[in-house]
Structure formats: C-alpha cells, structure tokens
C-alpha cells in the first residue's frame, strides 16, 4: 500500500506544478462547489495509477487543483465507498495521496439521513463527532510510521476551531446551521426504522455511508478536519419517509448554494 501511495504522488507530481494546502472531498450531490474554482488543473480518476474510479450517480470522479477563496485547494469531485466493494485501504488512499501532496487541512461534504427531530430535511449539520458502524478500520493491518502512530487519539476528529469559526459563519450569513454527531455505516440499504431507532438511540443525530474512514485516516497523519452534511432524508422516529438516491442528489443539489458559500467563507478564514 504504501508504494502504491507513493507512485500514486509521484504520478499526480509529474503532471502538475501546483501544492495544494487544503483538501477537499465533495459527497453525493455536491459536486458542483469546483465551479466556485479558479480551476488550475483536473485530472479524472481512472487515469491515476492506483486511484479507485467512483461507480455512484452523483460523484464525477475528478481530482481538481485550483483556487477557491485565495487558497490552493485540490478537490476530490466525488469520492469512494466501501459498499462499492473496495477495501477501507483502498477508499482511503486519495487522502494518504492528498497529505504526500502538501495538504495540511481536510474539509468533508456528505449527504446524510437525519435523525435528530430539531433537523429539517434541507438543513446543513455541521459534524462534531462520529461513531464507527463499518465494523471495521481502514487503519487495520501493517502500521507504516512515515503517516502516523500505532494508536492515534480521535478526541478531536473534528477541529474545535473550525467549527467555532463556521457557526459564527453562519450566523452572519442567516443559515440555520445545526451541529451533530455522524454515524458510518456500510450501506448500500437505507436504513431501516429499528435500524434508525438504534443508531439514533447510541447518539447519533445523523447517518450515512461516507466520511468516517475519509477522517481517521486524515487524523491518523495529523490533518486538521472539518465535515459538513447535508441532511437529505428524515430517519426520525415516527417521521421516516422512504427515499431513493435520486432524491437524495436533488435535495443535496438544492442545499449547495449555502453550503459552497460557508465553505468558501470558512477557507478564507484557514
């Protein structure tokens, strides 16, 4: 794995001139922020050595370099899955790549069910803490010290700052933001009314299939994080709805606006 990583760079280094210094990694649906670029350079998944190719409707497969709100940025248009069939390694080797490529900062986008009955299908929920549904850990196997140690703390997966900044944020551009826990689960099922019923009742105020691995390999190589998620669908007791992914991409479509305007807000503040 790790000379795949480090062909993987050199490759991207080859073609480009350009360090980025924050990452950005767009979920279902929310894509369309890299029109907000200056883009600089764009490369497509399939033609990166060792990159997985994204499969799902909605995740362009495109790593773009550029500019967005004055800073270097190289953004993941679409990202991987475990419920796709790779393995967490494989899901999480672009942001071992991003780190080897100068990052030192990891924004997160990802539409998510919501579970709190303060949330509204349309509300953006800034992450402050996930629990770990995969039944696994894309940090299981050989430990390689050139990323992180052995053991690392994950009591600030979420960088308090950050998140203090975009509330404050918010708050000055009249967005309802809300703030809540993240539960990762495998997918690819929705979830079903016990299954909400439990995860809401361990602490969770939102669930998807996303971001999780994405942020313990992040902090595990000591990238400072922040995550934001869309709430596209209500798995609210009483109140769950069914849903279909193509409405989870238009609700997720719909909250972008607000979205793109607090990150690229938040980015000037990195």
């Known amino acids: ?72 940025v190289v953004a993941m248009q679409g990202r991987f899955h475990y419920y796709e069939g790779y393995s967490m390694q494989e899901i999480t080797l672009p942001v071992r790549v991003l780190k080897m490529l100068g990052i030192n900062q990891l924004i997160v986008s990802n539409a998510s069910g919501g579970m709190n009955p303060d949330f509204e299908v349309g509300d953006l929920m800034i992450i402050n803490d996930h629990i770990n549904l995969f039944g696994t850990n894309p940090l299981i196997g050989k430990n390689y010290e050139e990323f992180g140690p052995r053991f690392p703390d994950m009591s600030q997966a979420y960088d308090h700052n950050l998140i203090k900044i975009a509330v404050g944020l918010a708050k000055e551009m009249n967005i309802d933001i ?9 997918g690819p099922t929705f979830e079903t009314p016990a299954e909400y019923n439990y995860i809401r009742s361990i602490g ?10 994405e942020v313990i390999v992040a902090r595990h190589m000591n990238l400072t994080c922040f995550a934001i998620s869309v709430i596209t669908d209500s798995g609210v007791p009483g109140h769950i709805v069914e849903i279909t992914h193509e409405e989870v991409q238009q609700i997720a479509a719909k909250s972008e606006p607000k979205m793109a305007e607090l990150i690229k807000k938040l980015l000037m503040k990195m």
């Open 204 to 213: 969770a105020d939102a669930v998807g299939m996303s971001t999780v691995p």
């Open 1 to 72: 794995m790790l000379e795949k990583i480090k062909e993987t760079t050199q490759f991207i280094q080859r073609q480009i001139a350009f360090q980025p210094e924050i990452g950005i990694i767009l979920g279902t649906g929310l894509g369309g922020l890299v029109s907000e670029m200056e883009i600089l350079h764009q490369i497509k998944y399939k033609d990166i050595p060792n990159f997985p190719v994204s499969t799902v409707e909605g995740h362009h497969g495109n790593l773009i370099f550029g500019k967005l709100a004055n800073k270097k």
């Open 178 to 186: 809300k703030q809540g826990v993240y539960a990762g689960v495998t």
